[in-house]
């Protein structure tokens, strides 16, 4: 089983930025596209960023052109990089695998790590 654990959240300004690290452990990473969502109370997990097995990326416009996705596949890690960040990014983000082994693919959810953006 892979197991996702996230790394670098934390609180930060309005109009800063951070970077999300999610890494890898288990399966073989190269194969797995891998995404982050969010969550804010009371409101639904929602995807903020996803990125397949061949580099190519997708954003909701909410975070187009402030979030960028990347993965580093010897390390076995995939980042999120947000700027000008907003109050309304304010949540906890979990990274997600699409993990295929055997014919099959599975997801694979990471605990969680908590962004608040607030002066």
């Known amino acids: 089983q892979v197991q996702l654990v996230e790394s670098g959240g934390g609180l930060v300004q309005p109009g800063g930025s951070l970077r999300l690290s999610c890494a890898a452990s288990?399966?073989?990473?190269?194969?797995?596209?891998m995404g982050w969502y969010r969550q804010a109370p009371g409101k639904q997990r929602e995807l903020v960023a996803l990125i397949t097995t061949d580099g190519s990326t997708n954003y909701p416009d909410s975070v187009k052109g402030r979030f960028t996705i990347s993965r580093d596949n010897a390390k076995n890690t995939v980042y999120l990089q947000m700027n000008s960040l907003k109050a309304d990014d304010t949540a906890i983000y979990y990274c997600k695998g699409w993990i295929a082994e055997n014919g099959a693919v599975y997801d694979a959810w990471g605990q969680g790590t908590q962004v608040t953006v607030s002066s």
């Open positions: 288990g399966g073989t990473f190269r194969r797995n596209a």
